[in-house]
């Protein structure tokens, strides 16, 4: 999606403070946080939002939900962290590229 800025982020087309990166997923800082420690996961194939998710994304979605954990304690969120996924504008959803808002603070 060429005006999509996570699909922008994802090509490297504009900077982000990366967190993780592998074939299929990216991970980096929010850039307005809402807590100490604010990033965001999303998958580098373009998915409008949890909605537009069927069968097909189940494998991809398993792999972001299962990344959470780890990046979490790479960013030394040991107390806990909480996730959310803003869906639509209904939802609060406001880049429509799908992702995976962790929050938390360190220690
Ligand atoms: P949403 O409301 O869609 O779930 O949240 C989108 C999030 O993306 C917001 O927290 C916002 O701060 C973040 N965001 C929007 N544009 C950029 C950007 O260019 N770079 C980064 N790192 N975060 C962004
Ligand atoms: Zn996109």
Known sequence: MSDCIFCKIAAGEIPCNKVYEDDDVLAFHDIRPLA???FLIIPK???AS???CGPEHEALLG???GLVPRL????GLAAGFKTGINTGHGGGQEVF???V???GHKG
């Not at 979490?72 to 960013?75: D, L, S, V, W």
């Open 101 to 103: 808002h962790v929050f």
């Open 63 to 65: 792999r972001i939900m």
């Open 50 to 52: 949890l909605a537009e």
């Open 45 to 47: 194939l373009h998915v």
């Open 36 to 38: 100490p420690v604010h």
């Open 72 to 75: 979490a304690a790479e960013q």
């Open 97 to 99: 590229h799908l992702h």
